[in-house]
């Protein structure tokens, strides 16, 4: 697995700083240089002062943005360079409770917006980057903030930003049109056409009915919507209804995926009851599917191994684990899919698995 924390000597600061590695020249005041590598231990001059960052030599670091925290002996990774795959966690506060949440909700809350701004501001040119949590727009005041700042001295970068979508009101008009739509995703959960069921699976009474106004709003406001919902037992036989509810209700949305479980938090606690084996039986899948392809919805298949899915929907699943948390099976390292195909998450345990996949 690709290491997200790095090693390092704690250095004497009182506040989070946050620097950048270059192997040679620096490009802004927030860059540290490397002056001497050598058996995994690498020497970076920033300002006078030495740095000292622990990494085996196959790790290139180039470009790489880290947060560094007083006192500790590990930075956090918040740039990978030559990464698409680059995350900030924003809040790990949430307000509902998701059956399968692979990001289980915690009490407090560390602002980091300031040094995320930063970090932001010196990734690498037109770089995509995920915001999620927990829920981010609990602290939605401080993300607007945010994407302003970063969007007026880094208008090339885009954001993707996975919200529960409870809190958007028609106060949020103005910065959504400041801020326009093409710079930012909207990553939606909706897991059923009803309330009771979509209740039931995030945890939370009045969910669906928000998220309905949620909705409606963001698409006056022209908003880019992703709607994402993670396929399970609970609401397998209610995905070709809530393929009917997109298109007559929501045919205002950029696109639907359809996104198969991750095994870790709550989705590893409640993996038997949560996870449809998809490999053994697709019809059901195939059939909202079919439905919003006829009807113009754009849909994808996110985190399905591609031997589990039937031929002609693969094209429909693209590679969406991100890098730092994919694997393969051993029966993958013959296999002619797997250039293109996603593999399985880090935390995957195939004994409660796929039972038809390694065949391609
Ligand atoms: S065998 Fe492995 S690489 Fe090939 S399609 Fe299946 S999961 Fe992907």
Known sequence: MIELRLIVDPLPITEPMVLRLQDEQAQSEHDAI????????????????????????????????????????????????????????????????????????????????????????????????????????????????????????????????????????????????NIGSERILWGIPLYAPERELHDLIVGKSGAFERLQQSLAFLARSGAAIELRTVVMKQNWAALPALSDYLATRLPFIRNWALMQLESIGYGRMNWDKCFQDTSVDFDTLATALNRSIARGIDVSLFNFPLCSVPENYRHLAPSTISDWKRKYLPQCSDCGLRATCGGFFEWYSHEKGFMRVGTS
Do not use: W
């Open 34 to 177: 490397l002056i001497h590598k050598e058996d995994g231990r690498r020497e970076y001059d920033y300002n006078g002062f030495s740095l000292v960052v622990h990494a085996p030599e196959t790790i290139d670091l180039q470009g790489d943005v880290l947060l560094f925290l007083p006192g500790r002996k590990t930075a956090h990774r918040l740039i990978r360079a030559n990464s698409p795959h680059n995350t900030f966690l924003l809040t790990e506060q949430c307000d509902q409770l998701c059956v399968m949440c692979s990001q289980p909700p915690k009490k407090n809350h560390n602002d980091f917006f300031d040094q995320f701004a930063l970090a932001a501001t010196l990734a690498p040119a037109g770089a995509y980057i995920g915001l999620s949590g927990g829920e981010p727009l609990l602290h939605k005041g401080r993300l607007f903030e945010f994407l302003s700042v970063v969007a007026s001295s880094r208008p090339d970068l885009r954001f993707h930003i996975l919200t529960n979508g409870q809190h958007f009101s028609t106060d949020d008009e103005s910065f959504l049109t």
